[in-house]
């Protein structure tokens, strides 16, 4: 049966986990938008972009759990907090996917649009600024947002690296009290919270600002 003493005590803790997993999202999925941005314009210069193209490959095709605790090893002598080290894979590693989803919107920029800003002679950054990117993102918006919500249940993966999100809290409190099932339910439960809502907000931006 639930044990609604258990819940008592649980709740809070994980209130305290799941602001840990919304951190790690949040930070780690501004991380992915801007790098990843960085990356797709990278990509279209000749040489340099061949070797970015490389090592986003690498970086996708391995696990993330992998990568976590190899960075995590590798910092084992420093000073830094398990939470960054978290929010910085999180972030490079949907970067590699953010990256394609942008340079897939850039590559949909009509081809006139680029002829019209060479017969104008704009400047770079005008190009991208005025011109391209604004396009380019409101196509993406919706594969942008398909990978926040991703990025927001994979964060139980660090609990590998000792950070404490709702998954380590739950699981020690489950550990704790022997109450697996409660703890793991609530877990459950605040992942369809946070996620469902975000879900319907993602699709009304689709609607507002994707272009047809």
């Known amino acids: 049966m639930?044990?609604?003493?258990?819940?008592?005590i649980l709740i809070p803790a994980l209130l305290s986990g799941l602001w840990v997993?919304?951190?790690?999202?949040?930070?780690?999925?501004?991380?992915?938008?801007?790098?990843?941005?960085?990356?797709?314009?990278?990509?279209?210069?000749?040489?340099?972009?061949?070797?970015?193209?490389?090592?986003?490959?690498?970086?996708?095709?391995t696990p993330l759990l992998v990568q976590l605790v190899?960075?995590?090893?590798?910092s084992g002598l420093s000073q830094v907090s398990p939470l960054v080290i978290g929010i910085v894979v999180l972030g490079v590693h949907y970067s590699a996917y953010t990256a394609e989803v942008y340079?897939?919107?850039?590559?949909?920029?009509?081809?006139?649009?680029?002829?019209?800003?060479?017969?104008?002679?704009?400047?770079?950054y005008r190009v991208w600024g005025a011109?391209?990117?604004?396009?380019?993102?409101?196509?993406?918006?919706?594969?942008?947002?398909?990978?926040l919500i991703a990025m927001f249940k994979d964060t139980p993966l660090l609990f590998a690296i000792s950070v404490p999100e709702m998954?380590?809290?739950?699981?020690?409190?489950?550990?704790?009290y022997f109450r697996f099932f409660e703890a793991f339910t609530l877990v459950g439960v605040a992942f369809l919270v946070v996620s469902v809502p975000s879900a319907v907000i993602i699709r009304r931006l689709e609607r507002r600002y994707a272009a047809v």
């Open 2 to 8: 639930w044990d609604v003493e258990f819940t008592r």
């Open 21 to 61: 997993t919304l951190q790690a999202t949040v930070f780690g999925y501004a991380l992915a938008l801007v790098l990843g941005l960085a990356i797709a314009i990278v990509r279209r210069v000749p040489v340099v972009g061949s070797a970015v193209f490389v090592v986003m490959e690498f970086v996708r095709t």
């Open 70 to 74: 190899f960075i995590f090893s590798l």
């Open 103 to 124: 340079r897939s919107g850039i590559e949909g920029v009509a081809k006139g649009q680029w002829e019209a800003c060479r017969a104008l002679s704009l400047p770079t």
């Open 131 to 147: 011109v391209v990117l604004p396009q380019a993102i409101r196509k993406v918006i919706p594969a942008l947002g398909n990978y």
């Open 167 to 176: 998954l380590s809290v739950a699981n020690g409190l489950g550990g704790q």
